[in-house]
């Protein structure tokens, strides 16, 4: 019988060091061997190896032209394979974040806007659940992210790409998201339930964690509500929801 493939996408997108990783499904199956990896130099030390590609950073004029190059970069990575990617995973925005975060927001709503130009599907997850669900910890630091790749899959980005560096840094901790990202539709199993309160929302990744949560919120003398995330489109309250819940 003849296998099934089709390719998904994980980005974890940036102004300095955004990060793809392509998978290729076979029978519905994401394996690390069937993952390519884009990412852009820090430094000119930084050099292709395996499926790990390497590109410059793109020149460019003023900064919408920077969000434009990287756009169109990122666009680039998923389109052209034995097929292009079904469906794109996209990390969301860090609400506790920092720093240049319009032009972050301005940067990311360009690329949304090209995923939606070239028909992309897409679909955002917070941080949270891409480190819960790499590590069991909604709050991983970028030490146990590696930590928790290295293990897995036996390749030392560190001391390939940054090896005079004792911290994790980009672009070792941006491969390392994409790659999460790229992994989590199947590893939350048979997509999540969502358990609803007046006050909270609470994820749980099977039928039979929802069912035990909801009876304890019941027998508290809360009102719940469990929705079956079917697709990862999916309707609450009426409104089509786009993300996952953290």
Not at 119 to 126: G, H, M, Q, V, Y
Not at 188 to 200: D, G, M, Q, R, V
Request: with cysteine.
């Amino acid at each position: 019988m003849k296998k099934r493939c089709e390719y998904v996408a994980g980005i974890d997108y940036s102004l300095t060091s955004p990060a793809v990783c392509v998978g290729k499904l076979v029978d519905g199956t994401l394996k690390f061997e069937n993952c390519k990896f884009h990412f852009i130099k820090k430094n000119k030390s930084h050099e292709s190896f395996g499926n790990f590609r390497a590109y410059d950073y793109p020149k460019y004029s003023d900064e919408i032209e920077r969000y434009e190059k990287l756009s169109e970069w990122t666009i680039e990575c998923i389109r052209w394979y034995d097929g292009r990617a079904k469906h794109v995973y996209l990390e969301d925005y860090a609400f506790a974040a920092t720093g240049r975060v319009f032009n972050i927001a301005e940067n990311t709503g360009i690329l949304k806007q090209q995923l939606k130009k070239n028909r992309f599907l897409f679909t955002t997850i917070p941080p949270t659940v891409i480190k819960k669900n790499a590590t069991g910890k909604g709050n991983a630091n970028k030490e146990l992210m590696y930590e928790t790749f290295l293990e897995e899959t036996n390749i030392d980005l560190q001391s390939r790409l940054s090896p005079k560096s004792i911290k994790i840094t980009n672009p070792v901790s941006d491969i390392i998201d994409s790659y999460y990202i790229c992994m989590l539709p199947q590893t939350t199993s048979n997509y999540p339930y969502l358990i609803e309160t007046s006050k909270k929302q609470i994820q749980k990744y099977s039928k039979v964690e929802a069912d035990n949560e909801a009876v304890m919120l019941q027998q508290s003398g809360e009102n719940v509500e469990v929705h079956h995330r079917g697709s990862l489109l999916y309707k609450l309250n009426g409104q089509f929801q786009g993300t996952f819940f953290p």
